[in-house]
């Protein structure tokens, strides 16, 4: 509450938030799909999760993509610049892990399946762990790295375009 794109990396930690208690949700998905099945509440809460890891994450990483990493990969010690390599690269993974993931919440949502098998469990365990460590990286070296070499007139710049990517005003 309260945070505007006014204040870009509040924005981004604010997603990363989200993203941490959409990871929850998922968490009791599997909880409660494992002792009552594909009910309608799980359908509900998988279609949640597709919603968020569909549209408002992919947002998220595209603001890094465009406004953080360029810039700590330019004027970042060697270690951040190290660390912006492997943010990227997780990144990529994250992608092809939600991929993975995706398949068997749609699944769900769809009716054809009325379980989580082996398969997906893992590549839920896999997308949740990556994501757990890559928001830690970000928010204690990556953000406050980045935070440190913006000028007030940049993170104007930069909640500006975060706002109309997302068609907010």
Do not use: N
């Not at 890559?134 to 710049?157: D, K, T």
């Amino acid at each position: 509450p309260g945070v505007g794109f006014d204040q870009p990396f509040a924005m981004l930690e604010a997603c990363h938030e989200r993203v941490q208690r959409t990871l929850g949700l998922l968490q009791r998905l599997r909880e409660h799909v494992a002792r009552v099945g594909a009910d309608a509440s799980a359908r509900s809460a998988a279609h949640d999760v597709l919603r968020y890891f569909d549209s408002a994450a992919p947002l998220h990483h595209q603001d890094e993509e465009l406004h953080v990493f360029p810039l700590l990969r330019v004027h970042g010690a060697a270690e951040v610049k190290t660390l912006v390599l492997q943010l990227q690269c997780d990144h990529v993974c994250m992608a092809a892990d939600w991929a993975a993931a995706r398949t068997a919440l749609q699944a769900l949502v769809d009716g054809q399946t009325q379980a989580f098998d082996a398969d997906a469990h893992t590549a839920f365990d896999r997308f949740a762990e990556r994501y757990r460590a890559h928001i830690a990286a970000e928010e204690h070296l990556a953000y406050p790295a980045a935070l440190a070499l913006l000028p007030p007139a940049a993170l104007v710049a930069m909640g500006h375009e975060m706002a109309v990517r997302r068609g907010a005003r």
